[in-house]
């Protein structure tokens, strides 16, 4: 990969990198548009496909995690994508430098989750050295993940501009996620609930967090087989929690839908 | 500095780092003809200087240690250095990763100075991501040091290639370091004492660790200022200490003459 990242990079070739852990889906697709606008006619778009054991605090979600990767070779095929990486493993057995981060990850999927966010920006730092992309895009539907990377963009001074897709919904709000395979159809349809709950926050404006966040649980848990994990309001810069869900902020959820766990986020 | 990077990049030129914290000396300058040789005559030799606030656990360490910017540059200068890359700061006030490594580091100055090796590759990382350099050059004087940044290369993949340049030495042993700057007259003559260590333990090929341990902490604690931190014998490749001293083991060590404190080590 390095060795053909060097070929491109020679010939002064705009490089667009969409990391992903595969079982492509409607969102991913569309982050890869983004990337083939990004990377004009004569760049070049590549696609990683990698489920990264190092992001997985939790060895039954890694083991169950759907993998397809014919499928994901078609849809990058019918998008035009120039190279697909999918390595098979890219760890050392010894391995002993990961990437830490100790303001942004303290809270939400950071707290559920120790150590996935160390796990995510470490493979990004790998497959950034890669593929030395000069855009590399995201989905704004793991919001906490796109800021934890520009974060580490910033602060390692990686020499790579990110992008953001917006999240790709279902026709019934539920956003596109390659763990909703996992959901049966009863607990597809109440999966729903989480796209319900942002657009109740967009209608509440004004209203104290804490009110909000109580009504929305209620909101949400009337589906039977869904519990809330955390709702929060939160500054979209810095993550940090408000007092009042304001025009601005963003509200970030996760629930378990069964035992599959799903998160959303939306802009107020 | 990045668009620098871009425009050598761009015109194909090979690019060599040297890092350093300034206070150039002839170890400094035996590094920079590595990199001018590796580099050859059309390529750019890149010297860093950057006192890395980061990497000191002491605060009065890093406030007393030498700066010498304009001499730094006249040596640049008489090596035939491309560029020098002396930022003021390199981090932001709310500055969040750092990169860890929990092998390497948990023994001999990682276990003596908590925190100093992510420090050192935090901003190495930094360092390699706005100069892009194809290779970087490192002391062997810093044996440990120059141990972390090739794993942290290998494990984050980093497209360069480190180099080693051999420890550079006073006519009467003592490792040459812009610490030895901080050393009275009496202290300079007492520090030799470490390479004599060295050469004695290069004389006693077969002993038990243990005991040759402590030999010479007797040896250099006969010196009124010299107090030792840590001697230890150890495998190249892993820093992991061994029974008996063998050829191709390496000894390690750390003391204090006087307040500064200094480090020295060599292949057995």
Not at 74 to 87: H, I, N
Not at 146 to 151: E, G, L, Y
Not at 154 to 183: H, M, Q, Y
Not at 210 to 222: F, G, H, N, S, T
């Amino acid at each position: 990969m390095q060795r053909q990242a060097a070929v491109w990079r020679n010939a002064a070739q705009r490089v667009v990198l969409v990391p992903t852990m595969g079982a492509l889906h409607e969102g991913h697709r569309s982050l890869i548009r983004v990337a083939r606008r990004k990377a004009r006619v004569d760049g070049i778009v590549v696609v990683s496909i990698y489920v990264n054991p190092l992001q997985f605090n939790d060895s039954r979600d890694l083991k169950i995690y759907p993998r397809s990767l014919s499928a994901d070779k078609q849809l990058c095929r019918e998008e035009s994508v120039d190279a697909v990486f999918a390595p098979i493993s890219l760890y050392e057995k010894d391995a002993s430098v990961v990437l830490v981060e100790n303001d942004l990850t303290t809270c939400l999927e950071g707290k559920c989750r120790p150590g996935h966010f160390a796990g995510v920006m470490t493979v990004v730092a790998k497959l950034f050295n890669l593929v030395c992309p000069d855009f590399s895009v995201f989905g704004e539907k793991d919001f906490q993940q796109a800021t934890v990377i520009k974060r580490m963009v910033r602060d390692l001074d990686f020499p790579v501009s990110i992008l953001l897709g917006p999240t790709k919904r279902e026709e019934d709000g539920l956003a596109i996620s390659s763990r909703n395979l996992l959901l049966t159809g009863p607990q597809r349809r109440q999966g729903a609930v989480l796209s319900k709950a942002i657009e109740f926050s967009r209608q509440s404006l004004g209203s104290r967090a804490v009110d909000l966040k109580r009504k929305l649980k209620r909101l949400i848990e009337k589906e039977p087989d869904v519990r809330v994990d955390y709702i929060e309001f939160v500054d979209t810069l810095n993550l940090k929690p408000v007092k009042v869900a304001r025009k601005g902020n963003r509200v970030l959820l996760a629930a378990r839908v069964g035992s599959v766990r799903l998160i959303d986020n939306g802009l107020l």
